[in-house]
């Protein structure tokens, strides 16, 4: 009987950053089916757009542009502790990470608290009209994914507080930042066509 | 889940069955009977026919949405010839003075009680999960199923 | 996998791995199970049995539509139980039975030890069990959706459908469809990352490719039915106006919705079917398959292809002339993809040496029905004979033919085919005939006579007839049929209930495959597989040489898998895969209380999100790894390999 | 007639799965009129060129199946065949043939339905005589004729009269759900969507009477929403029309004065309208000329005594979910409101 050939893999590392990661396929995934979503909800906001002669229909203002314009600008200021969230992770930084995840989070409050304001000030309600429903929605959508990701942003900070503080944590806070930068990318979309499309087109 | 299967019985049977041929509750037994309540109320497809009647029959032409014009409004909290299912059947069977006709005869009661659970629920008075939702028009009020239930006055002819 | 499998070390390494991955004993084992061979069966059987009552449906409408003006059951409850039919058949059936043998297979198929992301497979099926279990539940206490499984607006809207009957079917929806896009995550991932080494991307088994397609098309599908549905829902519930013309809305905006979903969902069910098929002929003919690069690449395009028809859905509601014109080439053009599978496979049977056996008379069978079906789709694809055919009988002929010929004729030579890896026992040959030529007798005779009913104007849909038309004959004809394909079924399941236990013992291979499901025991140990191996090319096991080497230094006392790289799947890293736990299990319960409750109150949305987060954050809660056991300075030693490895792959 | 004899060749079609003969009153391979005339020789081109490539297909197919196969396949130990490269490239050949081949078919079926497509729908030549509105209800069809003078306007229901070959444009219209307007043997369908009015043309080629149906399905009572379309002679035609214009008839019998006063206080003159008397209702058919017409309740029962005292008393037996409630009347009044129906020519 002759010895099996055999190939050994016990020296591989037992974690991975990037594509070789398992979550970020995950992630991805998620971005992928949540970007389709976000894509269709647009092209049924225009869709609609299309069945009437004003948009929004008469005697209704735009969304008023201070508080949507203010968010826009926290969110995009928020990118930055999220990367640095993200490299301090690929670099197995601890102190990095808890700092900037915090930072990160913060922005995300301020967001959420600002949000408040913008659904006070968008001039339409979803019982309205279909202007309104759609504008509600896409908000709705894009308030969901915030608090999602705050949620799980809130748990991986705790993690990295109690431990255990292992490699695939790192690999999830990447995930994580990740997944933020989709939800400002979605947000700068959104912003455009609930706040701008209204008045430039 | 086995809690899901009780949870929609409890809610289900009375709202969703959809008996062509209802007989019409007995009215004689309706207007003895203090603790009285119209099964109508509770069935989704019943007020459902109620507001297709209401608008079909042009009962919105006195009552515009319920909000009222020549006839009182049937949203608020006044009643002139009162609340009760029984009451509003007598109201639409009999006619009242100044102006609201009697339908005695012409409209079928099955449908006379179907149209006073739709004029309760206009207030509120009947279950959310049965009432009806929104109709494919303008809107002039909130739908049924999202109305506050509102108080009874009974208060005297203006 | 080879003879050598039987040494002392080997039965020290089985006790060990058994150990690491089996399932908890007892009914806690079996509800916090997140094995995928475990998952899998119950996602099969669930389908299976999903399956059998739209069957039964099926019969009761046969049964009402056997003669004019029969009062066998009224309006009322027909247009439940079609509603039920087409529901349960595609999102209860149709999808799940496709997603939950991938589950089984492609982690065999791959050669790896489980699934990718678990627990996020085990809550795939329970979300899936309750939505199903809410919606027939609800359809035996009267609350059955009845505007069709496609749900027009306004007959589905606020105001021509009272009642939660129309609620309960969108969010039927919503259950079907999270299940649908979790487990498509799985499937990628696996494929992707968990190949055993020496599997790259070309030596893929075509069946694979078929699931791989299918994964994508389910990401880009089953969002645009979720937000179609969630609309509805808030139309009906919380008086949104995005289909009241009266508001600004549009039906219009539901079909386009609903079709952009419910084309591509056809290509989702029919792709894995010609997986099946691509699985079934090389081992049954002997020979590798024919035009393997054809085939996928016809897989890919058709999927492509596949979500740029849904208008010839529409094309009696009037929309511009130029765009029909533009989807009935587009339609027309898909034809060329499945032409191409088909010819190939003719190819490899053509110069293979057939053996009858029960799996190949079904996919012998497949080629008639589904080819026929094609046909008749060609037809329809043409918008003006359209406007003739559409929403008659012969619509209803022609996606039967489709879906029953392109996918449960294959599904049951898959049934059949694999088996023997399921339970560890063969199917009874004869049976299996009997079934075969039942369900193919019987369905022509079903389905058939429905293309003249069409053509004589029978239009669909309608829960009686008319004498005067002369549809008497013919209808009653197609019940006859109903019935003998329905025997065949019944057939297949007693055949089933005898051979599940006490059926002959099936080998490694019993059929001489060449996939690598077939190198393990039947059915496999919980770990898939002792070593895992290692691929040295396509049609694995009719290439590799005796002493094909397999991989070692895979920790059998934690749930380590390896991950590989995605296009040569060389070894990449090693992962360390969660134990078994009740989390998904309480996650879908509190997903369920949610929806279910959403239904009657919108504000379930809020409060319903509480425990739902919860178990969520339980379940994801890390427990420490013993292969963490190590000083970080060689964690940064193994990040340095691993970021070698990157750069290997980028040059 | 080309059309005539393939139907023929249809009729032979449903022989061979020996079944009752296709009635030919709602068929779209019986063409009447120019549109079902282009679409079914569509039909019948696709037909039987399809059919030879689904016999085509299936030969090679049986063929590669069954066909005798030399004993010395050479194979190998795990007993598969090995496959010579030579062969094989033979075969790509043959199969990139097929696929040719498939192409060629699919273009030339994509322009035919590109010329009958345009063929259809070319916008009609001829100025148009006459516009029908239709508008679809839960479960009846309201049939309108357009005229500028107020008093030429005809209304009726669930049954069109047509002059033969003159060319019609319908404006199709929904009063609640989507439905669909399908007479097979003179066109395809065209669906009625809220908030869509849409328009439609046909002509008949031959007089006859012709089925149509609703097409989408709209609820309990799809099955039972039929309508004809009667197709006259231009004379036939007019003679209808003016009578149609008629208001009902004044002097009545005193049981027909009996059956007019018990319409008048009974629900029946909460829903509909009798031309000519208080009756205005506009929820159900118009009734003025409720006799003239072959059926009742949307094509579901012919129009008969029977027939008409079965749906009063209780048409939810006949169409259950329909919007008509059963009148109580006692055998006495029914006879006085049949015979008062009955007047209504």
Known sequence: MTPRRTIDVSRLPTYAFGHHALTWWATWSMILMEGTMLVILLISYFFLRTAVPEWPPAHTLPPNLFWGTLNTAIILASVFPNQLAKKAAESLDVKGVRLWMIVTLLFGVAFAVVRIFEFKNLNCHWQQNAYGSIVWFNMGFHTAHVLTDMVDTVVLIVLMFVGPIEGPRFVDVSENSIYWNFVVVIWLLIYSVIYLAPRFL | MALLPVALTVTSCKREERNFNTPPPNVSEAQTNPSFKNPLEENAYSLSEGKRLFSQYNCNGCHAQGGGGMGPALMDEKWIYGARPEQVFATIVEGRPNGMPSFRDRVPETQVWQLSAYVRSLSGHVPKDAASSRDDHMQGKPPESRTKEQPIKNTSPP | ?651 | MRARQINWGFLTWVALVNTTVAATTQSSVDPAGPQAQHISQLWWVMLYLLTGVFILVMSLLSIGAFRRRSKAAETSGRNVIQTDSLRETKMARVVMGGVVVTTVILFALLVSSFIVGRTIYSIPKEPTVLTIDITGHQWWWDVRYENQVASQIVTTANEIHIPVGRQILFKLNSADVIHSFWVPNLHGKTDLIPGHPAETWLKADRTGVYRGQCAEFCGHQHAHMAFEVVVESEEQFQAWYESQLKSAPAQLTSSQSRGLQLFLSKPCVMCHTIQGTDAGGKVGPDLTHLASRQTIAAGALQNNRTNLSRWILNSQDVKPGNHMPPIPLNSEELNFVLDYLESLK
């Not at chain 3, 003006?69 to 149709?94: P, S, V």
């Not at chain 3, 895992?532 to 094909?548: F, H, M, N, S, Y």
């Open chain 3, 1 to 651: 996998m080879t003879p050598e499998t039987a040494t002392k070390t080997d039965d020290a390494l089985h006790r060990e791995l058994e150990k690491t991955w089996g399932d908890k004993p007892g009914i806690w084992g079996s509800l916090t199970s997140v094995n995928h061979k475990t998952i899998g069966k119950r996602f099969i059987v669930t389908a299976f049995c999903f399956f059998v009552f739209a069957g039964i449906l099926a019969v009761l409408m046969r049964i009402q539509l056997a003669r004019p003006e029969n009062h066998f059951i009224g309006a009322d409850l027909y247009n439940q139980i079609f509603t039920m039919h087409g529901t349960t058949m595609m999102f209860l059936f149709a999808v799940p039975i496709m997603e939950a043998i991938a589950v089984f297979l492609v982690p065999l198929i791959v050669g790896t030890r489980s699934i990718a992301f678990p627990r996020l497979n085990a809550f795939g099926y329970w979300i899936f069990l309750f939505g199903g279990i809410m919606i027939f539940v609800a359809f035996i206490l009267n609350v059955g959706p009845d505007a069709g499984w496609f749900a027009y607006v306004p007959l589905a809207g606020p105001q021509y459908a009272p009642g939660k009957r129309v609620d309960f079917w969108a969010q039927l929806i919503t259950f079907t469809e999270v299940s649908a896009l979790v487990v498509a995550t799985e499937l990628i991932t696996t494929i992707f990352k968990l190949r055993a080494p020496g599997m790259s991307l070309n030596r893929i088994p075509v069946y694979v490719w078929s699931i791989l397609v299918m994964a994508f098309m389910v990401f880009f599908a089953m969002p645009t039915i979720a937000l179609a549905s969630t609309s509805l829902i808030l139309d009906r519930l919380v008086s949104t106006h995005f289909f009241n013309p009266a508001e600004g809305g549009d039906p219009i905006l539901w079909q386009h919705l609903f079709w952009f979903f419910g084309h591509p969902e056809v290509y989702i069910i029919f792709i894995p079917a010609t997986g099946f098929v691509s699985a079934i002929i090389p081992t049954f003919v002997r020979r590798p398959i024919f035009g393997y690069t054809a085939l996928v690449l016809s897989l890919i395009s058709t999927a492509f292809i596949g979500f740029g028809l849904w208008v010839h859905h529409m094309f009696a509601a009037g929309l511009p002339k130029m765009g029909q014109s533009f989807f009935t080439a587009a339609t027309l053009m898909i034809v060329i993809p499945s032409g191409v599978q088909i010819f190939c496979w003719i190819a490899t049977i053509w110069s293979g040496r057939p053996i009858f056996k029960t799996p190949f008379l079904f996919s012998l069978g497949f080629f008639f029905v589904f080819i026929m079906g094609g046909l008749t789709g060609v037809m329809l694809a043409s918008w003006p004979l359209d406007l003739q055919l559409h929403d008659t009988y012969f619509v209803v002929a022609h996606f039967h033919y489709v879906l029953i010929g392109g996918a449960v004729f294959p599904l049951f030579g898959a049934l059949h085919y694999w088996f023997p890896k399921f339970t560890g026992h063969m199917l009874s040959e004869s049976l299996g005939k009997v079934t075969f030529w039942l369900m193919f007798i019987g369905f022509n005779l079903a389905f058939f006579p429905m293309h003249i009913l069409g053509l004589i104007g029978m239009p669909r849909r309608v829960y009686t007839f008319q004498a005067m038309n002369g549809w008497a004959g013919l209808n009653l004809l197609a019940t006859i049929g109903g019935v003998v394909l329905t025997l065949g079924v019944l057939v297949f399941i007693i055949n089933f209930f005898i051979n599940r236990k006490r059926g002959e013992l099936a080998a490694e291979n019993p059929w001489g495959a060449s996939t690598l499901e077939w190198a393990t025991s039947s059915p496999p140990p919980s770990y898939n597989f002792l070593h895992i191996p290692t691929v040295a090319g396509r049609d694995t096991l009719w290439v590799q040489p005796e002493d094909q080497p397999v991989v070692v230094g895979i920790r059998s006392d934690v749930r380590q898998v390896l991950i590989t790289k995605m296009l040569d799947a060389e070894p990449e890293h090693i992962d360390q895969f969660p134990e078994p736990t009740i989390w998904p299990l309480l996650a879908a319960l509190s997903a369920t209380g949610l929806f279910i409750g959403s239904i009657f109150n919108p504000w379930a949305v809020v409060w319903g999100s509480i425990p739902v987060t919860v178990s969520l954050i339980a379940w994801f809660w890390p427990k420490g790894r013993k292969a963490e056991e190590r000083p970080p300075k060689e964690v940064q030693q193994n990040l340095g390999e691993q970021k070698l490895n990157a750069q290997e792959e980028a040059a």
